[in-house]
């Protein structure tokens, strides 16, 4: 039995890595991929070009202004002198925020008054304009609280300014709140599923098309050795895909994995239970590698929707979150995720690694229940 998978095996890594297309997809292009996911995908917001519309123009607006293009997040992009030219900015994108001071802007702050502050957001993408908003309400925020502090010690004295309430912050595990570290585990969870499909249902489905499947249907080898066979192969080269946009992750995007490695790649090897499964499936009602590509296509799109790599799940309708049950890649970004930013170990990840362990177990075994059936 053995020998027999053994040839299989060497029969599987030298198709793959005799076709000169396939080499690079294995072993670099997941590189590639992470390396272009990890600096597009982000919800980081900086460099927001503003406008300024300053109708007082005195020492107070120009400090104002001042704050925001110091912080880091706001670039001053262009001075506005007409109420007309607002909108043209915002429409061809030249600004995302504009600040308009009144007449009497400082006027107001001195006399202790009110001093509106008028700000126009465009909000045609919703998640960057409430990102832009929390910034400037933060900016605003911390203006107002010192004017009031230098306001009352002024009227009253420094020792007659009564105490504050100081909220400090702190994030644990993603301390910068950067979301580069949040979604980069999240790529390699979308790039094993993508490899781990791809490859081994478009495996089986070329010996259909290239008309092997009847030779090896007369041949001595049993279904299971055939299954494992073509399915190690591309268990391995996921491993050590793994292994390899880890380490890039890690060394160049410098997300930190607090977690063990060892409980890393138990996770990856529960997760491609289901992915073999899977990919065994799809091979089973696929003709050709051009079904099977589709098929997969098809498979990836709704789990990557419904995993929580971007959208919350608690977010989701009910029914829609009961569906999210039923998606491996649900499990493996809480374990991927754990690992890498978290560091907690198998008895907090235990109950998503026995999800993972009992799907892989049955779909793996439906899957090659019917691919047994289709050799007979």
């Known amino acids: 039995m053995w020998e027999r998978i053994k040839r299989i095996l060497i029969k599987e890594f030298i198709q793959i890595f005799r076709n000169p297309r396939m080499r690079p997809m294995v072993l670099f292009m997941p590189v590639f991929q992470v390396v272009i996911f990890g600096y597009a995908v982000t919800t980081d917001v900086r460099h927001v070009p503003i406008g300024v519309y300053d109708l007082d123009r005195t020492v107070a607006s120009r400090e104002v202004l001042s704050r925001f293009t110091h912080s880091g997040y706001f670039d001053l992009a262009a001075w506005v002198e007409r109420e007309e030219e607002v909108a043209g900015l915002i429409d061809h994108g030249r600004i995302q925020l504009l600040l308009r001071f009144?007449?009497?802007?400082?006027?107001a702050l001195k006399a202790g008054r009110p001093a509106p502050l008028q700000m126009i957001v465009d909000g045609s993408d919703s998640n960057t304009a409430a990102v832009i908003l929390s910034y400037v309400n933060k900016i605003t925020s911390q203006l107002a609280e010192e004017l009031l502090v230098e306001r009352q010690a002024r009227l009253f004295g420094r020792g007659a300014v009564g105490g504050r309430v100081v909220l400090e912050s702190r994030a644990w595990f993603n301390e910068n709140l950067e979301s580069r570290n949040f979604y980069v585990p999240g790529v390699i969870a979308?790039?094993?599923m993508l490899m781990a499909l791809l490859l081994t249902s478009m495996a089986v489905v070329r010996e259909k098309e290239m008309g092997t499947m009847e030779q090896i249907m007369v041949t001595p080898i049993k279904p299971l050795e055939f299954i494992l066979g073509k399915t190690l192969p591309f268990a391995l080269i996921s491993f050590f895909d793994v292994f390899l946009i880890t380490g890039v992750a890690v060394y160049w995007f410098d997300v930190p994995i607090r977690g063990n490695l060892l409980l890393l790649f138990l996770g990856t090897g529960l997760y491609l239970l289901t992915l073999l499964g899977a990919g065994l499936f799809i091979s089973?009602?696929?003709?050709?590698?051009?079904?099977?590509?589709?098929s997969a296509f098809f498979f990836n799109f709704p789990a990557v929707l419904l995993s929580g790599f971007v959208f919350p799940i608690a977010n989701m309708p009910e029914a829609v979150q009961w569906l999210t049950y039923a998606n491996p890649l649900r499990y493996f970004l809480v374990i991927i995720r754990?690992?890498?930013?978290?560091?907690?170990?198998?008895e907090v990840l235990w109950p998503p690694m026995t999800a993972l362990a009992v799907m892989g177990v049955l779909v793996l075994w439906f899957a090659s229940r019917r691919f047994k059936k289709t050799m007979a």
């Open 102 to 107: 009144n007449r009497g802007f400082e006027e």
């Open 190 to 192: 979308l790039l094993v």
């Open 284 to 294: 089973t009602v696929s003709q050709t590698q051009q079904q099977a590509m589709m």
């Open 338 to 346: 754990g690992i890498f930013l978290k560091g907690v170990g198998l």
